[in-house]
Each structure stands twice: as C-alpha cells, then as structure tokens.
C-alpha cells in the first residue's frame, strides 16, 4: 500500500512510542512498548495508553480503507479490558468491520505475545 509520507504518524502517536507494523487496505497493526512514562500508580501499563494505542490503530485502519487523502474521526468506542501489562511490548490489530459512505465500524484486539490484554469496538464519522 503507498502511504504519503508523515500520514501514518501524528505528534501524540510518537510521543507515546507507537510503531506501525503493518497496513493493509481495511487493516492496521500498531505495536507499543510499555515505557516509564506509561505507567499507572500501580506500575502496569495505564488504561489511557491502551485507549490511545486502539484509538490511533482503527484510526489508520479507516485510512486505509477510505483513503489517506479523507480524514475520519472517533464517534465513539467502547474497550473492554482483559488483563494487566507489567512490562514489554503490546501489539494492537484493528479490523473495519463495516465501510459505510459517511461511517466506519472497527473492531481492535491488543494482545500481548498470545495474551488478550483488551478487545474494542468503534464507530468512526468519514469527513
């Protein structure tokens, strides 16, 4: 898939150290390492940061879908969490599950090696 350059990036997503691992049309894979800056006050990873990291994967699956030349944006999304993560790496994979004309509805699971750390879904408004 031909990607501009810079559009599968934005300033929140590096300051949080996501990787884009894969892009394909309708799916995107972001993976992110579990850093001091992540933490809870119980030293696992932060629930916010897990948010985030589904949010910026369904993000750039809709891209991938509609295409980098429209934006979409977050209607709503709903995580549930599994289980803790006290170090390493998490990988996110989100799916659109549904291409409409004005919306987009993805489905994310974060795993971390073959641990379920959280499953989401979403509702995205294409702009």
């Known amino acids: 898939m031909q990607i ?3 559009l599968t990036q934005s300033a929140f997503s590096e300051l949080l150290g996501c ?3 894969r892009l394909e049309e309708g799916v995107a894979e972001v993976a992110l390492t579990l850093e001091p800056h992540l933490r809870n006050r119980a030293g696992k990873l932060h629930g916010g940061a897990i948010f985030s990291l589904v949010d910026i994967t369904m ?6 879908t509609h295409g980098f030349d429209q934006q979409s944006a977050t209607i709503e999304c ?5 289980r803790a ?4 790496d998490v990988l996110c994979t989100s799916r659109v599950v549904h291409a409409g004309r004005r919306t987009l509805v993805v489905e994310a699971d974060v795993y971390q090696g073959e641990r379920l750390v959280a499953k989401a879904q979403g509702t995205f408004a294409v702009l």
């Open 85 to 88: 993560v006290e170090d390493g």
């Open 4 to 6: 501009p350059a810079g």
């Open 19 to 21: 990787r884009l691992q």
């Open 59 to 64: 993000g750039l699956a809709c891209s991938s």
């Open 78 to 82: 709903k995580i549930n969490y599994i």
